[in-house]
């Protein structure tokens, strides 16, 4: 499906946030920041689990950016933040006054995820496997 102007300019701007959001976890995540380490110890998959999932949310950034791929991305990182989330609901809470967090980790996480969900609405076509399933396909005959 060929997108609109603004659903293109929509979709991109949407993009280049969630990717600069997980990419600026990296840094943490990789370096062992006494932050990251303290989440996934509490979570009890340090140092795994830290280093897995910065590299599902780097392959998530990269596919966001390659076009045949963006749906692939949102997908990994809407899958990606999900588990966060998640874990944030249940072991780590929303505030984290332990490493000086007032809740700004959770409401990145929530403004990846509703960007992410978004992006997929936006290229829903693209959806791999099911995307021309569900929502038809609506290329331009050639």
Known sequence: MVLNKKLNVISWILQIVVAVILLQTLFFKF???TE???IFSKLGVEP???FGSGIVELIASILL???RNIAIGAILALG???GAIFAHLTVLGIRMKEVNDNGELFGLAVVVFLASAVILIIRRHA???VGERLFGDTRQPA
């Open 127 to 129: 959806i791999p496997f």
């Open 48 to 50: 795994w689990g830290r």
């Open 36 to 38: 990251s380490i303290y």
């Open 65 to 67: 950016f390659l076009p």
């Open 31 to 33: 370096t062992g920041a």
């Open 80 to 82: 990606t933040i999900s």
